[in-house]
């Protein structure tokens, strides 16, 4: 039930190209999913977010698509960059407090 | 600048030492937490705290210790009961009830074991 199932474990992309990564929950209690970014020797960095009341957030490249009946959400990286290269963590929440679930890391390679 | 600092950077251990692991905020956050990262598993839970004086088990707690006297301070020892330490060693601190609004992260401390 507090399981966050993330893929693919490694995502070798392009430059220009687009980057998914896919992340799946089993609590339906969840409802705050944030996306992490991690640097090689850094510790990660909240990178975007977003409620189970919309379908779709995006920042600048990146967008988040939910599909709250799947219980899936997943992160895409528009024109990927090699500055994008990082390890990508997905996450789920409940906002009344609880501590981050964190799905297994999907290491980008974005090649020039 | 508010952040975690974490040290040192870099640390090596014997066989059968023990070794502390430093994490400092200055965020006037409630809750930190230590996590480990090992290549293709992810961020695994060692202990986790929301208040001073008290701390819970993660999910691998064995082989390490903490301690959360000081509300900025939550050091990590990694015991010899440890038996594979080596591992990059994240601390992280959040607000208590608004944890799913960002955790914090320090840049880590990397445990070779030699």
């Known amino acids: 039930q507090q399981q966050v199932k993330q893929s693919p474990q490694s995502l070798i992309v392009q430059k220009g190209g687009i980057s998914i990564i896919n992340c799946a929950y089993e609590n339906t209690a969840f409802d705050y999913f944030p996306w992490y970014q991690q640097f090689p020797g850094k510790g990660p960095a909240l990178l975007i977010a977003i409620r189970p009341d919309v379908s779709e957030k995006k920042e600048g490249r990146f967008t988040i698509s939910f599909n709250k009946s799947a219980k899936q959400f997943s992160l895409h990286i528009m024109d990927s960059q090699p500055g994008d290269s990082a390890t990508y963590f997905c996450a789920a929440s409940w906002t009344s407090g609880s501590r981050l679930t964190f799905g297994e890391g999907t290491q980008l390679t974005v090649n020039p | 600048d508010g952040g975690i600092t974490q040290s040192p950077k870099y640390l090596f251990r014997k066989e059968g030492q023990n070794v502390t692991l430093s994490c400092e905020q200055n965020?006037?956050?409630?809750?930190m937490y230590w996590y480990r990262q090992d290549p293709g598993q992810g961020l695994r839970l060692i202990y986790y705290?929301?208040?001073?004086?008290?701390?819970q088990k993660g999910d691998i707690a064995e082989g390490y210790s903490v301690s959360r006297e000081k509300k900025e301070s939550f050091p990590l020892t990694v015991t010899s009961a440890q038996k594979n330490p080596t591992a990059f060693y994240l601390c992280?601190?959040?607000?208590?009830?608004?944890?799913?609004?960002?955790?914090?992260f320090g840049s880590g401390t990397r445990l070779t074991v030699v």
């Open positions: 705290s929301q208040i001073v004086n008290d701390f």
């Open positions: 992280a601190s959040s607000i208590v009830g608004r944890e799913a609004y960002g955790y914090t």
């Open positions: 965020l006037n956050h409630d809750a």
